[in-house]
């Protein structure tokens, strides 16, 4: 596609069970990142993936939450026993590489745990 | 670890007028530089990006930002305020050894009156 896309756009789940959030990245873009805009915490970063190599997790926020990319395209970000507090709205982005590529933002999943 | 500082969460400018939004980040290392907008209930973005060529950027619809080191500022601005300005911009840093993911600050939302 021409652009980074995301689904679902919005997700409704109640506390405790496990959501998955998809993220399909610009066709050739290396780089993908996770982030979460939520009111309390603003925007924050929580996990990159580069080509082949080991992903930066240092920005989850717990070990409920996990992510990973099959085939250094498509990724999932994956969410268990879901809490309140992981409501948010959940963005992803690509860039064609780590250097100074610019990352090219998706619309984002707005998930909220009832 | 980097860090961006957004000064005035709201701003309120009448169509016409200046657009000025601050914003001033700390790095250890030089960095990149961006600012994204976020219109209502869609992603981020990119507005400018600051990557150590012309301290002085220009981006989309009208606005440009100067990278000041010794005041580590990259406030951004537009001469003329139009309507379709209203929404929330967000400054960013990043730096390359850290795989470019992105900081951010608080976020400024623009109010734009007619």
């Known amino acids: 596609g021409a652009g980074v896309s995301q689904s679902p756009s919005n997700k409704v789940t109640e506390k405790g069970k496990d959501v998955e959030l998809r993220c399909d990245p610009i066709s050739g873009h290396t780089a993908l990142y996770w982030y979460r805009q939520s009111l309390g915490q603003g925007l924050e970063f929580l996990i990159y993936f580069q080509g082949n190599s080991a992903p930066d997790k240092s920005g989850l926020p717990s070990d409920r939450f996990s992510a990973e990319r099959t085939g250094g395209s498509v990724s999932t970000l994956t969410i268990q026993r879901t809490q309140q507090e992981d409501s948010a709205v959940y963005l992803c982005?690509?860039?064609?590489?780590?250097?100074?590529?610019?990352?090219?933002f998706g619309p984002g999943t707005r998930l909220l745990v009832l | 670890a980097q860090s961006v500082t957004q000064l005035g969460s709201h701003v309120s400018v009448s169509e016409g007028a200046l657009v000025l939004l601050r914003c001033n980040y700390s790095s250890s290392v030089p960095p990149y530089l961006f600012w994204y907008v976020q219109y209502p209930n869609q992603g981020l973005q990119l507005l400018l990006k600051y990557t150590s060529a012309a301290t002085l950027v220009k981006g989309i619809n009208g606005f440009e930002a100067e990278f000041k080191k010794s005041e580590t500022s990259f406030h951004l601005t537009k001469p003329s305020a139009h309507m379709s300005d209203a929404a929330e911009y967000f400054c960013?840093?990043?730096?390359?050894?850290?795989?470019?993911?992105?900081?951010f600050g608080g976020g400024t939302r623009v109010l734009v009156k007619p």
């Open positions: 960013a840093v990043s730096v390359e050894a850290a795989g470019n993911k992105l900081t």
């Open positions: 982005a690509s860039s064609l590489e780590v250097g100074e590529g610019t990352q090219y």
